[in-house]
Structure formats: C-alpha cells, structure tokens
C-alpha cells in the first residue's frame, strides 16, 4: 500500500488531501505541531478508511522539526504533500522581523529539505511525486508571503527540470497554487475576508481533485478554478508597477 506524508495535515487544504489521499488507500503519515490534534485526526481517518496512519508532530519552524520530517521522508515514502504555512497580518514594516523570517523556515527552508530528503529514494524506486502548496499570490507582488509563496514555484519548477526524464519520468514535482479556500489560515492571520465574493472561494475536495489530477498529468504548476486561470494569465500581462500597486491595495482590504 503506497504512503503519503503531508504537513500541515490536522485542518484546511492538508484535512483535505489526507481525506482524499485515505480514501484511494495511502496510508497516511500525518504532520502538524498539535499531537493531540494529530491523534484525532488519525483515529478518524484510520476508523474511515481502514489505512493506517501514523502521526509526527513536528513544529516546522525549527531545524529539529524539520529534522523528523526529512528522517521519516528517507525511510520511504510515495507522496510528499509539502502544506503547512501561515500568514502574518499587515504590511512589511508592520511584522515583526522574527516573524517573518520564522515564515521564510516554514515555506522555503522546510519545503527544499523535505523535497531534498524525499527525492532519492523515490528516484530510486521510479516512483513518487511531491505536492509543493505555494499560492496565487505567488504571482502577484504581496510582501513576504508572496514572495515565499514565489520562491515555492520557481523551486518547484527548477526542480521538476533537473529530474526530467530519471525514472522514467515517474518522479514528479508541482506547485500547486490555490485562491481562497475556506480553511483556518485567514482566521489565524486575523484577516478580515468577509468581503470575498462567493466566486472566488474552492471548496478543499475541489481543490485536492484537481491537484491530483494534474500531479498525474504531469503538470508542474497548477493552479485550480477557471476564475484563478484568468488572474494569472491577466497578472503577466498587466505591467509590474501597476500590478504591485494593485495588489497591495487589495491585499490589504483583507487584513
């Protein structure tokens, strides 16, 4: 039975693939900073779905962390699901430094050493793939946050490159880049999105489908919803300058 390791994995977009993932008959190795949380959350996936999943709590942000995660991706796994991040409220000189550069531990240095661990072995078998959750604000000009959230693609797509044709090309590495999604990462940035329209949110299930299918068309960045398709095509047309000014003005009608 094959194994997928997500972080972040106990709410919101990570809930979501261990759901779908439990569902298809991985097991499951669930990563998130809460063991009792964790503990739930296993319980309740091994009673649905008959898979065994075994819990790592780990808290991201540091190198011991991280650490557990890279040692249990090199004993074997077949997905990597790469989910947990937060945001911080407010504008550049508004967060503390600390903060960011904690955010800066969690989207990129995690994300790189995980997939850096990982990637062997799965090499070796000729099999696997790794789901790096980067953002759409990756492609637009949304200080720290985007630019982590930026930093995820193009590694993602560096990395997809340097393995292209190994394994037979069975190996894969997406960025998957979601909008709105109804999860507790707005609510934990004390963000105020009330004034979202209804277009704009994915449902979780939306999302990890179409996440999946991509990872298996072998697409290196996917960014699901026809709606999200049209900003990002409209963001690399609409000239630098203009788009950062924008940005920043919308993004803050969400703080």
Request: glycine fraction near 12%; include cysteine.
């Amino acid at each position: 039975m094959p194994t997928a390791l997500i972080t972040g994995a106990t709410a919101g977009i990570g809930a979501a693939f261990a759901r779908r993932l439990a569902a298809d008959g991985f097991d499951l190795v669930l990563v998130a900073r809460d063991k009792d949380r964790l503990a739930e959350s296993a319980a309740g996936l091994h009673d649905r779905y008959a898979v065994r999943a075994e819990v790592l709590a780990a808290d991201l942000s540091t190198d011991a962390g991280i650490g557990a995660v890279e040692e249990r991706v090199r004993a074997g796994v077949d997905l990597v699901v790469n989910n947990a991040g937060f945001g911080n409220k407010g504008a550049f000189l508004d967060v503390p430094v600390g903060d960011e550069t904690t955010m800066l531990k969690v989207h990129c240095e995690a994300v790189l050493r995980i997939t850096s661990a990982a990637l062997p072995g799965m090499l070796e078998r000729g099999r696997g793939g790794i789901v790096n959750v980067s953002s759409v604000a990756a492609f637009a000009t949304r200080g720290t946050y985007g630019a982590s959230k930026a930093w995820v693609v193009s590694f993602s797509q560096g990395v997809a490159q340097d393995i292209a044709g190994r394994a037979g090309g069975r190996v894969r590495v997406m960025a998957l880049c979601p909008g709105f999604v109804p999860t507790e990462f707005h609510q934990r940035a004390q963000m105020d999105v009330s004034g979202v329209p209804s277009f704009m949110w994915l449902k979780p299930d939306y999302l990890v489908d179409h996440a999946l299918r991509d990872l298996r068309r072998g697409v290196v960045v996917s960014v699901p919803g026809p709606q999200y398709k049209a900003l990002v095509a409209a963001a690399k047309l609409i000239p630098a300058g203009l788009a950062g000014r924008l940005s920043s003005r919308t993004g803050r009608r969400y703080d």
